[in-house]
């Protein structure tokens, strides 16, 4: 995590422990998901496919050994049981990310096992810290002084060989509380039942890591789903696909998954407590919590395209719980706290900067009394105080000033991150993932800023560095040139300079749709790659149909269209928004030509973008106006089919949605009514059929329903 991923290599070589493994398979993750090189995903896909075998094979041993680490928190072989579950959701993350259905499908199964092995080891914290509860403060103070002895002793080694001396397994073997007691019990029962022939150690593979007693739902996950995934209108039928066709363990099924309708009240003890104190344990805890934590926000934000194949597994989000269990992992200084760190950061300068309709912060109380922001919306003073944190602990790391340069950006400042990323720039990362990162980021902020000449320079350096969407990459160099272009027909301008942007957004935009549909992701190909290719197919039948060259066939600025779909509005100070309102206005000026040609689905696309703009800026009435005249008023069939652009009509409602949520605090109405009406109208652009883009408008849409339901439950107290 301080980017040197090499050293890190060197470190791990010549291990053989499922720790070992593990570590290299995250290295190769991490390779991997900041990239996306084919390469480098088959390389971690197959390391963490031998971090799964080795530490499923330590934990099953762990589990018979009398001599293993035993835990007054957690069941026998947790911290195997850990890797396993790391690793699988490591691998699931990148099955997903596969251009193939089938591995994405895999994938899932893999989030499945995952799921159930961290559920099991956040109700093993339940149930200790249950157990404390009860006793007397005697007891309390009994308890804390055997797990002090025993973590002093088992603090001279590591299972797996990251310590110079063995555990010493005689020292441990002293009465241990009853949660510990009930699980060996339960250990002890299995190896019976295998005496007896019943399973057999295949049979028993990583599945064996839950607590008997849990209390799941009565509908369990059938042999195989019957149903069908649609994939781009193709109907794939998984009628043949077994649920445990990847488990390579026998033909048992997985216990079925409890709903999340409570969260998991575990530990949130810091660091230097005593209850963590054996560095087992706390590699646990973090562990555990940064993944549970993962999975819960992940799940939480699946496009509803997917929601069909999430349901067959069973799988239910929880936003709110997933971010307080990253926040509690983070607190640790090891690799689970630095990976925690980076989710949160992502996560609220990602999604939440993307959003517009979030809850108010809110203050809370820690178990030590202290007074912190709460996880939901976006609590500033909490993300400053982790990336100093992170800087600190990880000085070399160029990873933590992107997020710096983000947290800049989400504050309204995007010259200075843009400096940021310039000086990040010249002094270049070991990791040329993380320089592409860098470059991209630098290529959206010089658009926000409308500085378009480093816009086009910036993103044509992406498609040296980074091969996930060249087509992308070459549209908005060419949407900057467009920009360009139109500037330099205003009096003044030079002819030349007028020509040379011309044949340059000509020859970008016209080459992005030769370079589409080379990635796709879970078999389809990539949202903005379809987007791109539709949009110059548009322009290129407009220009012939006018008989006007193709730079006077593209429609309203393209590259205002990028700035909206990226978020960019909720980055921009007033004069950059008031430049985007004059960019927006070009097409009603004389110098557009082909103006009074365009048809209403192109006026709608003026329409939602300059509301948005002028809602910005708060000139809310305004915005209704442009709103209600530019696409709520015009028929529904009249912005979808062919060529056109069939987006507006669900940014439009969700932009009225917008407006409302804003203003309850403000105007005639009272708070209620306002929200009230927001609710109506994100309603109905949740329901909207399906359009282009949809899975990243849905995620606005969704983080709104999210905030709704929040509002309600927080005002039925």
């Known amino acids: 995590m301080d980017d040197d991923l090499q050293a890190a290599e060197d470190g791990l070589a010549n291990g053989t422990s499922s720790f070992h493994k593990m570590g290299k398979g995250m290295v190769a993750f991490l390779r991997a998901t900041l990239g996306f090189e084919p390469e480098i995903m088959r390389e971690a896909s197959d390391r963490l496919a031998d971090a799964e075998t080795t530490a499923s094979a330590d934990l099953r041993r762990a589990q018979r050994d009398t001599h293993a680490y035993r835990s007054a928190i957690y069941p026998s072989g947790s911290e195997y049981a850990l890797c396993l579950a790391e690793s699988q959701l490591m691998s699931a993350v990148v099955g997903v990310l596969n251009e193939s259905l089938t591995e994405s499908i895999r994938g899932f199964y893999k989030l499945r096992k995952a799921f159930v092995t961290l559920d099991g080891i956040l109700d093993a914290e339940n149930k200790y810290m249950r157990g404390l509860s009860k006793q007397s403060l005697d007891g309390r103070r009994s308890v804390d002084s055997l797990r002090s002895n025993r973590s002093a002793q088992a603090t001279k080694g590591f299972p797996g060989g990251f310590g110079d001396e063995p555990v010493d397994a005689k020292k441990q073997e002293k009465p241990l509380p009853d949660v510990v007691r009930e699980n060996e019990a339960r250990a002890a029962v299995k190896s019976t039942a295998t005496a007896n022939g019943q399973t057999t150690p295949e049979d028993d593979e990583e599945d064996d890591f839950y607590d008997a007693d849990e209390v799941h739902d009565d509908k369990s996950k059938p042999e195989t789903y019957a149903g069908h995934v649609e994939i781009e209108g193709l109907t794939k039928n998984l009628a043949k696909s077994s649920l445990d066709e990847e488990s390579r363990n026998g033909p048992h099924e997985l216990p079925p998954l409890k709903a999340l309708t409570s969260s998991h009240k575990g530990l949130d003890h810091d660091p230097d407590s005593d209850i963590l104190s054996n560095p087992i344990d706390a590699f646990i805890h973090s562990g555990a919590n940064l993944c549970f934590g993962l999975l819960l926000v992940m799940i939480s934000m699946i496009p509803p395209a997917f929601n069909k194949l999430l ?407």
């Open 311 to 717: 349901s067959i597994i069973g799988f239910h989000g929880d936003r709110d719980h997933g971010l307080r269990l990253l926040w509690q992992a983070s607190k640790f200084h090891n690799i689970n706290g630095a990976f925690a760190g980076l989710s949160l950061l992502g996560y609220y300068h990602g999604v939440v900067g993307f959003a517009d309709i979030l809850p108010e912060p809110i203050l809370t109380k820690t178990s030590d009394n202290t007074i912190q922001q709460d996880v939901q919306g976006y609590p500033k003073e909490r993300c400053e105080a982790l990336l100093k944190e992170m800087r600190t602990r990880h000085p070399k790391s160029h990873l933590w000033l992107l997020e710096e340069a983000r947290m800049e950006a989400m504050n309204r400042r995007l010259p200075t991150a843009l400096s940021i990323l310039e000086s990040s720039s010249k002094a270049k990362s070991p990791l040329k993932q993380v320089e592409a990162l860098n470059m991209f980021e630098k290529s959206l902020n010089s658009m926000y800023i409308h500085n378009y000449a480093l816009c086009a320079e910036s993103f044509l350096d992406c498609v040296k560095l980074n091969n996930w969407s060249h087509a992308l990459y070459y549209y908005i160099a060419g949407a900057a040139h467009v920009e360009m272009y139109r500037q330099s027909i205003s009096p003044g301008k030079s002819a030349k300079e007028k020509k040379v942007h011309a044949e340059k957004a000509t020859e970008y935009l016209q080459l992005a749709p030769k370079h589409a549909g080379k990635k796709k992701f879970m078999a389809r190909q990539l949202p903005f790659d379809r987007f791109v290719t539709r949009k110059i197919r548009k322009w290129e039948q407009r220009a012939k149909e006018w008989d006007v060259p193709f730079i006077d066939a593209v429609g309203v600025s393209p590259l205002e269209e990028m700035t909206y779909f990226w978020g960019g509005n909720r980055r921009m100070d007033g004069s950059q928004l008031q430049t985007s309102l004059e960019n927006l206005a070009w097409s009603e000026t004389r110098d557009n030509m082909t103006w009074e040609k365009e048809e209403k689905d192109e006026r709608a696309v003026l329409s939602v973008l300059k509301a948005t703009t002028l809602r910005s800026l708060r000139r809310w009435d305004e915005a209704i106006s442009v709103l209600k005249e530019g696409v709520l008023g015009v028929e529904k069939a009249e912005l979808k089919g062919g060529l056109r652009d069939d987006w507006t009509g669900p940014c439009a409602h969700y932009e009225m949605g917008v407006g409302c949520w804003m203003r309850r605090k403000e105007g005639a109405k009272g708070e209620e009514e306002w929200v009230r009406e927001c609710g109506e109208w994100v309603d109905k652009a949740a329901k909207w059929e399906g359009y282009e883009l949809d899975a990243r408008v849905g995620l606005k849409i969704a983080t709104a329903e999210d905030t709704l339901k929040k509002y309600y439950e927080a005002k039925k107290g």
